[in-house]
């Protein structure tokens, strides 16, 4: 089903919410001129902040309390997942057909989308290590673009779908990919601690024209290694909220990773292996760049 510009919620204001941690303190907020609008007074969680993000007048509403909030420059915290304890982390496999033609499984697309989960520990935020487990070294990259939902929803349709997203982040699924391959779940390879990130921030969904004309691209020390449209999601944004949901309510804050294209490292001549001291960088267009450094895990 293509889309066109009216099946998208269109801009108030622009808002990107991310968390921190300064000091010992979990602060979380609004970005802007490279710095954080402390709201943590305001909302009991992240996840408050974006449903509030979410809901009508809501931005408007943080746009106020920002104005009003204490701020800290980026430099100055440690940036986090945007939500970093979301009750729900589904992540969609086998979604672009590039990654399912170079991998080493059966080459096709599932009917339904094929989900797996991680755990909250896995992840980090923007400039925060990324740590190679030392019960493997086949650590792989997979870039992402992540939706945040913003509603609780349950048994959504396409004409609802969309309706749910809060907002959009880049995500990075790293994966130990001889623990993915132990067995036919993919849940082991996925969560080892420290693994993955999100992040810069979420970027509301009224300041993305269409989620359907971003261009994802991953990079390894610079070199780019995936680059792909999100027009090639073999299932897209509506059907996995819809598949989703149908399982299981959504709620505001969790995060659905919609899948990665082709070029990941297992496939190439040598593998390229997250090793210590590599960057890796995943780009989407409009929603920002997300860059870690992968260190050893330590002892």
């Not at 009508?56 to 430099?75: C, H, P, Q, T, V």
Request: aromatic share 8%; with cysteine; glycine share 8%.
């Amino acid at each position: 089903m293509r889309h066109t510009e009216a099946d998208y919620p269109q801009k108030e204001t622009e808002v990107k919410i991310t968390s921190a941690r300064r000091g010992t303190d979990l602060i979380f907020g609004v970005v802007s001129d490279d710095e954080l609008a402390d709201l943590s007074a305001s909302f009991s969680s992240p996840q408050e902040l974006v449903a509030e993000a979410h809901a009508e007048g809501g931005r408007s509403r943080i746009d106020s309390m920002a104005a009003e909030a204490e701020r800290f420059n980026l430099d100055d915290v440690t940036l986090l997942p945007p939500v970093p304890f979301p009750r729900r982390i589904l992540c969609v496999g086998k979604n672009y057909a590039a990654h399912i033609a170079e991998s080493d499984q059966a080459a096709a697309a599932t009917p339904h989308p094929a989900i797996f989960t991680r755990f909250p520990s896995s992840l980090v935020g923007h400039g925060e290590h990324l740590e190679r487990s030392r019960a493997s070294t086949s650590y792989d990259y997979e870039g992402e673009l992540a939706i945040i939902i913003g509603q609780p929803t349950r048994y959504a349709t396409r004409d609802n779908a969309l309706d749910a997203i809060a907002g959009y982040a880049c995500f990075m699924d790293g994966t130990m990919r001889d623990f993915q391959r132990h067995t036919s779940q993919f849940v082991p390879g996925k969560s080892f601690d420290r693994s993955g990130a999100c992040g810069p921030w979420m970027v509301t969904a009224d300041e993305i024209a269409d989620p359907y004309a971003l261009t994802l691209t991953t990079r390894v020390d610079g070199e780019v290694v995936q680059q792909a449209s999100t027009s090639l999601l073999i299932h897209d944004l509506e059907a996995v909220i819809i598949y989703c949901s149908t399982f299981t309510t959504l709620e505001p804050g969790d995060i659905i990773a919609t899948g990665t294209p082709g070029g990941v490292g297992y496939v190439k001549e040598p593998p390229l292996w997250l090793e210590p001291g590599r960057e890796v960088s995943v780009d989407v267009t409009e929603v920002g760049t997300l860059v870690n450094t992968v260190i050893d895990e330590p002892a």
